[in-house]
């Protein structure tokens, strides 16, 4: 993401998003295989997305 003043001159520059493994929270499908974030033992199940 890059932000800009009001005279379009860039004042600050940064990933908008983390990569995968350097994520604080993981989250495995229902047997235990990790899809998103770094395997930890404190990984959330996946929810479902609904349609």
């Known amino acids: ?3 800009y ?3 379009g ?3 600050d520059r940064r990933p908008l998003f983390q990569p ?3 994520l604080d929270q993981c989250y495995t ?3 235990g295989i990790v899809i998103h974030g ?3 033992a404190n990984c959330l199940p996946a929810e479902q ?3």
Do not use: N, T
């Open 29 to 31: 499908r229902p047997g």
């Open 20 to 22: 995968e493994d350097q």
């Open 9 to 11: 001159a860039e004042f």
């Open 5 to 7: 003043d009001d005279r």
């Open 38 to 40: 770094r395997p930890a």
């Open 1 to 3: 993401m890059v932000s």
């Open 49 to 51: 997305r609904q349609r």
